[in-house]
């Protein structure tokens, strides 16, 4: 998955403001008490990362 890719998925499921609020305040367990962006940060794979946004926010299917 490209970045460009992880953010319009982003953007889709929580809207432009509010994804960038999530990447950077949310700790999302599966991403090992990481925030989105410190774990991209940090070189987890975006596919990953997205993966742990879809476990933690019930992402619907179609975005997944």
Same mark, same amino acid.
């Given at each position: 998955?490209?970045?460009? $890719?992880?953010? =319009? ?9 509010? +994804? @960038?609020? /999530? #990447?950077?305040?949310? $700790?999302?367990? =599966? ?9 991209? +940060? @940090?070189? /987890? #794979?975006?596919?990953? $990362? ?15």
């Amino acid at each position: 998955m490209r970045l460009t $890719v992880f953010w =319009e998925r982003m953007n889709s499921q929580f809207g432009d403001g509010y +994804a @960038e609020s /999530v #990447a950077k305040d949310y $700790v999302l367990a =599966e991403l090992g008490g990481r925030t989105v962006e410190q774990a991209l +940060a @940090e070189g /987890v #794979a975006v596919k990953a $990362v997205w993966q742990a946004v879809c476990a933690t926010f019930d992402v619907p299917q179609k975005l997944r």
